[in-house]
């Protein structure tokens, strides 16, 4: 909070709420590891790639490594083995994460009428929302929707297209589940390209629980200390399609994940601009914002959103947070770091918070909500 910010919130017009968000949740796989614990697994000695590795500013990652032959070394897994881990472990991380969530909101499994499912680091059909139905017994008629590929960003996507859904079923219970396996996208070479990856990326689900009101003087809300979503914002920058891309590999003959050097700068340069378009018309200025959720993109992308908007370390304690202890997991990361604000129990009624996420496209993604 800036100095010259005052515990009273703005005087601004009010924007109607879409829904609001009344629990979350998060799980990772079982195997946590620091930075030094994967060089040594894989026998890692090059001194540039050491270094992308140690000043990363993560300790740990949740990480279902490779397996071993039988001298100890980690072997590179062919595809198809990837995509079962992807199904495997998004399918397990993500049931824990949706049953903590529902617990937190007070809710049952019986309760829920529509999941949508985000996830990048493999393809299913039928898709994750399917498998978690049959996985938990959720009632097979529960509405569903699965999206699949759109990266980092793709958890406020979702949440923007599930709050539509919310809104127009008032009352009923919608869950949004980043479920991100990264660990199906390991590569395994000696080039720069694959050590930034591979010294960044955890796996990780978050779940996010969203209702909208039936009406004035509405009491369904189950979790009061949950904020209501007012709005969302987006920004595309065309000129960086390719800056950011999970793309085919032939010389590993697999997917894999490509990070442009020039990311943090593309991000930052662009952030203040969506932001600004965020709070416009809504009467609020950025000193007014008392809580950022940022995505936890790495070291270089959070100094940048840092610097361009004008924050200071405390405000984005919980997104560097999120970094050390698991790394970028994706497009659930913003959920771990709410997750983080609501157990430290320091919002007030009236406060207002900025979510925002980055990732291909390359796009930046905010939403505005108040508690």
Same mark, same amino acid.
């Given at each position: 909070?800036?100095?010259?910010?005052?515990?009273?919130? %703005?005087?601004?017009?009010?924007?109607?709420?879409?829904? +609001?968000?009344?629990?979350?949740?998060?799980?990772?796989?079982?195997?946590?590891?620091?930075?030094?614990?994967?060089?040594?697994?894989?026998?890692?000695?090059?001194? $540039?790639?050491?270094?992308?590795?140690?000043?990363?500013?993560?300790?740990?990652?949740?990480?279902?490594?490779?397996?071993? /032959?039988?001298?100890?070394?980690?072997?590179?897994? %062919?595809?198809?083995?990837?995509?079962?881990?992807?199904?495997?472990?998004?399918?397990? *991380?993500?049931?824990?994460?949706?049953?903590?969530?529902?617990?937190?909101?007070?809710?049952?499994?019986?309760?829920?009428?529509?999941?949508?499912?985000?996830?990048?680091?493999?393809?299913?059909?039928?898709?994750?929302?399917?498998?978690?139905?049959?996985?938990?017994?959720?009632?097979?008629?529960?509405?569903?929707?699965?999206?699949?590929? *759109?990266?980092?960003?793709?958890?406020?996507?979702?949440?923007?297209?599930?709050?539509?859904?919310?809104?127009?079923?008032?009352?009923?219970?919608?869950?949004?589940?980043?479920?991100?396996?990264?660990?199906?996208?390991?590569? *395994?070479?000696?080039?720069?390209?694959?050590? !930034?990856?591979?010294?960044?990326?955890?796996?990780?689900?978050?779940?996010?629980?969203?209702?909208?009101?039936?009406?004035?003087?509405?009491?369904?809300?189950?979790?009061?200390?949950?904020?209501?979503?007012?709005?969302?914002?987006?920004?595309?920058?065309?000129?960086?399609?390719?800056?950011?891309?999970?793309? &085919?590999? $032939?010389?590993?003959?697999?997917?894999?994940?490509?990070?442009?050097? +020039?990311?943090?700068?593309?991000?930052?340069?662009?952030?203040?601009?969506? !932001?600004?378009?965020?709070?416009?018309?809504?009467?609020?200025?950025?000193? /007014?914002?008392?809580?950022?959720?940022?995505?936890?993109?790495?070291?270089?992308?959070?100094?940048?959103?840092?610097?361009?908007?004008?924050?200071?370390?405390?405000?984005? $304690?919980?997104?560097?947070?999120?970094?050390?202890?698991?790394?970028?997991?994706?497009?659930?990361?913003?959920?771990?770091?709410?997750?983080?604000?609501?157990?430290?129990? !320091?919002?007030? %009624?009236?406060?207002?918070?900025?979510? *925002?996420?980055?990732?291909?496209?390359?796009?930046?993604?905010?939403?505005?909500?108040? &508690?």
């Amino acid at each position: 909070m800036s100095p010259s910010t005052t515990t009273e919130p %703005p005087r601004t017009g009010v924007l109607p709420p879409l829904a +609001q968000i009344i629990g979350v949740g998060t799980a990772t796989t079982d195997d946590s590891y620091s930075q030094q614990e994967v060089l040594d697994a894989f026998r890692i000695t090059d001194p $540039r790639i050491r270094s992308v590795f140690l000043n990363s500013a993560i300790d740990r990652r949740f990480l279902a490594l490779p397996p071993q /032959d039988g001298e100890g070394n980690r072997v590179s897994e %062919p595809q198809g083995d990837l995509l079962d881990k992807h199904k495997a472990t998004a399918v397990r *991380m993500g049931a824990e994460a949706l049953e903590a969530c529902l617990k937190r909101a007070g809710a049952e499994l019986s309760d829920l009428r529509h999941l949508c499912c985000v996830t990048s680091t493999g393809f299913l059909t039928p898709g994750l929302s399917a498998q978690l139905i049959r996985e938990l017994g959720i009632d097979r008629h529960c509405s569903r929707s699965d999206i699949v590929g *759109m990266g980092c960003n793709a958890g406020l996507n979702a949440l923007n297209v599930v709050t539509g859904w919310a809104a127009a079923h008032p009352g009923e219970l919608a869950v949004v589940l980043c479920s991100e396996a990264c660990s199906a996208a390991y590569a *395994m070479d000696d080039t720069m390209r694959t050590a !930034v990856v591979n010294s960044l990326f955890g796996d990780g689900s978050g779940a996010v629980a969203l209702m909208a009101d039936t009406g004035p003087g509405d009491e369904a809300a189950i979790a009061p200390e949950g904020p209501r979503i007012l709005k969302f914002a987006s920004c595309l920058i065309p000129d960086a399609i390719d800056a950011m891309r999970y793309d &085919w590999d $032939r010389a590993q003959d697999r997917f894999s994940f490509f990070l442009d050097p +020039q990311i943090p700068y593309v991000v930052g340069a662009h952030a203040e601009l969506v !932001v600004d378009r965020l709070l416009s018309g809504t009467g609020l200025r950025r000193s /007014d914002i008392e809580h950022w959720l940022v995505h936890s993109g790495g070291k270089k992308v959070i100094d940048a959103v840092t610097v361009n908007l004008g924050l200071t370390r405390h405000d984005l $304690r919980h997104t560097v947070g999120v970094l050390r202890d698991y790394g970028n997991v994706s497009s659930g990361s913003f959920l771990f770091s709410y997750e983080r604000l609501l157990d430290e129990a !320091v919002t007030r %009624p009236g406060e207002y918070g900025v979510l *925002m996420t980055m990732g291909p496209g390359s796009t930046i993604e905010t939403a505005l909500i108040q &508690w």
